[in-house]
């Protein structure tokens, strides 16, 4: 009787300390991920990308939108139906709100967007942010040098900007 009693206490304690172990799950926010665009400060109009921009391009995106279904914090939502509102507004990260309107139409609390500034062959920067959906207030944002024009200084930039600026806590007396 009195093994049994202890066990049932020992079970109780242990479900206890399991429940306040475990993170709290947030719930998640639908987020529209747009393609991450390029941009070439000298270039006078819309110029067509080279074929390994436009690779690299699609690599990134589809980096970006891995990495921020894989945190969990944000749901991405489809933007198929979108796309010609995206391919007339573009570039996104200059039209002033376009993308914003864009992700409310598609049903986003929030926008996701970015662009990579070729500033040398071998030296880009990377910028993205988190804006909402409703007011165009930005929520977080992050900018990394790539140096390096390959595949994989272009993917661990969206990566590292992910994991230490889109989705990390605020950094004490930094945010």
């Not at 990495?67 to 796309?83: I, K, N, R």
Request: net charge positive.
């Amino acid at each position: 009787m009195l093994v049994a009693r202890a066990l049932s206490v020992l079970a109780l304690l242990l479900s206890a300390a399991a429940a306040l172990a475990a993170p709290e799950a947030a719930p998640s926010r639908r987020a529209a991920v747009f393609g991450i665009e390029l941009a070439e400060p000298g270039a006078v109009g819309l110029r067509p990308l080279r074929p390994e921009d436009a690779r690299r391009l699609a690599l990134a995106t589809a980096t970006l939108e891995r990495e921020v279904a894989a945190a969990g914090t944000l749901a991405p939502v489809d933007l198929g139906s979108q796309a010609a509102a995206i391919r007339r507004d573009a570039p996104l990260y200059k039209c002033e709100g376009c993308a914003e309107r864009i992700a409310l139409t598609a049903g986003a609390a929030l926008a996701v967007y970015g662009y990579v500034q070729r500033n040398a062959n071998q030296l880009l920067n990377l910028t993205i942010t988190i804006t909402e959906a409703d007011s165009g207030k930005v929520l977080r944002g992050g900018q990394v040098v790539i140096r390096g024009d390959t595949d994989d200084t272009w993917l661990h930039g969206v990566r590292w900007l992910v994991k230490n600026r889109l989705l990390a806590e605020p950094l004490p007396s930094r945010s």
